[in-house]
């Protein structure tokens, strides 16, 4: 779990984050599926990267594109900063 996020399986990694598909669950059964891309532990602590994460987030929050997946949430849980994102198959 990552706050309300249920984890499950990693879909990647990269030099700054890991990704997860995730489940996210809500009142009278409300279930939706999406990834959440959350940055590395060791990164965590470098307050540039963090601005740099931080940034990614809220920039791509505001773009609308078919082709762009959207940003659900930001966030910080047990000092792991995360990304909820859109979720497409394939």
Do not use: W
């Not at 047990?78 to 994102?85: H, K, P, S």
């Amino acid at each position: 779990m990552l706050g309300r996020y249920q984890l499950d399986d990693r879909l990647g990694s990269g030099g700054m984050a890991d990704v997860y598909l995730a489940k996210v669950s809500g009142e009278a059964g409300f279930s939706k599926t999406c990834a959440i891309k959350v940055m590395h532990n060791h990164l965590a602590r470098t307050p540039t990267v963090v601005d740099h994460f931080l940034d990614e987030a809220r920039l791509a929050a505001k773009l609308l594109h078919p082709n762009i997946v959207q940003i659900l949430d930001l966030g910080k849980e047990a000092g792991a900063y995360f990304i909820a994102m859109e979720y497409i198959d394939g």
